[in-house]
């Protein structure tokens, strides 16, 4: 069964760094490619970046000099670090299996709300 | 690509067909994916490639469209789709339309 579950801070604070996690079970992150999206509280869906199965990563470019996303294929986690961050890098933070580079997201985690306040 | 998705907000009657639209700023060649969000929870994938259900969806949902314009339908609508639904294109790169939130009139 395909799982994705995030796990990171509730709250940062501004300028600081977001680090969060998604452990998948189910398929490898060497056989599939896995998305980070984010959705500010009440608004729309925004991509992220991905890590492909090979292991390269692509960034959104709006947010690509903040951004670093990483694995550990021996414990099939992604994870996904975002500096400087500010009030509106507030909202729901998503990872998401994809089927094939480029495609739709057939699997998502839970999420985790993370709130950038003082 | 800029994905628009009308309407915005969109109130409908148990058993009514709905049908809710998203139009990409140019050509996306079919690649389009529909999600349904509820409160709270992750988007779900309902549609991709445009018209192709995904396993485990019920068959009242389908999609439809070409080029730039495409549509979500639900035959006949039941009280656990109120959602707000949200098209995708990966053609190039992949962009978010800003969603159509479904309620019970």
């Known amino acids: 069964q395909v799982r994705l579950k995030e796990s990171g801070p509730r709250l940062v604070q501004p300028s600081q760094t977001l680090s969060v996690t998604c452990t998948v079970s189910g398929f490898s992150v060497t056989s599939y490619h896995v998305s980070w999206v984010r959705q500010p509280p009440g608004k729309g869906l925004e991509w992220v970046g991905a890590?492909?199965?090979?292991?390269?990563?692509d960034y959104n470019s709006a947010l690509k000099s903040r951004l670093s996303i990483s694995r550990d294929t021996s414990k099939n986690q992604v994870f996904l670090k975002m500096n400087s961050l500010q009030t509106d890098d507030t909202g729901t933070y998503y990872c998401?299996?994809?089927?094939?580079?480029?495609?739709?997201?057939?699997?998502w985690g839970q999420g985790v709300m993370v709130t950038v306040s003082s | 690509i800029q994905m628009t998705q009308s309407p915005s907000l969109l109130s409908a009657s148990v058993g009514d067909r709905v049908t809710l639209s998203c139009k990409a700023g140019?050509?996306?060649?079919?690649?389009l994916a529909w999600y349904q969000q509820k409160l709270g929870e992750a988007p779900k994938l309902l549609i991709y490639?445009?018209?192709s259900l995904q396993t485990g969806i019920p068959s009242r949902f389908s999609g439809s469209g070409s080029g730039t314009d495409y549509t979500l339908t639900i035959s006949s609508l039941q009280p656990e789709d109120v959602a707000t639904y949200f098209c995708?294109?990966?053609?190039?790169?992949?962009?978010f339309g800003g969603g159509t939130k479904l309620e019970l009139k």
């Open positions: 998401a299996k994809q089927k094939y580079s480029g495609a739709y997201f057939d699997y």
């Open positions: 490639n445009a018209n």
């Open positions: 995708q294109q990966y053609n190039s790169w992949t962009t």
């Open positions: 890590i492909w199965k090979g292991g390269s990563t």
């Open positions: 140019q050509n996306i060649n079919n690649y």
